[in-house]
């Protein structure tokens, strides 16, 4: 009923910039919070950024002032912008958000993208 799209992750060296894309469709009613998570190899998956529907911004301490999370509301698309990158942000990236579907508007659920990985050579 709901899909998330991903797109973007790659290969890019230490300093250099990737611009993660997630699109959600289907029967969408109204989505709340969106954002991105990562999870590298044998570590537990951690948020890295999520923006409310109203533009507000949160951020992993590890990519304030590297990384901007923002969204298309009519598109119904997240991004994370990525600067400066370390080879420590090296990861699958997943993007989530919380949607109502048309056929239970009062029901939010979290959804998820598929993860796209970042690799940061240093």
């Known amino acids: 009923q709901v899909q998330m799209v991903e797109s973007g992750g790659g290969l890019v060296q230490a300093g250099g910039s990737l611009r993660l894309s997630c699109a959600a469709s289907?029967?969408?009613?109204?989505?709340?919070?969106m954002g991105w998570y990562r999870q590298a190899p044998g570590k537990q998956r951690e948020l890295v950024a999520a923006i409310t529907s109203g533009g507000s911004t949160n951020y992993a301490d590890s990519v304030k002032g590297r990384f901007t999370v923002s969204r298309d509301n009519a598109k119904n698309t997240v991004y994370l912008q990525m600067d400066s990158l370390k080879p420590e942000d090296t990861a699958v990236y997943y993007c989530n958000a919380a949607i109502a579907i048309i056929q239970a508007t009062g029901f939010m659920r979290m959804y998820w993208g598929q993860g796209t990985q970042v690799t940061v050579s240093s």
């Open positions: 289907g029967s969408i009613f109204r989505i709340n919070n």
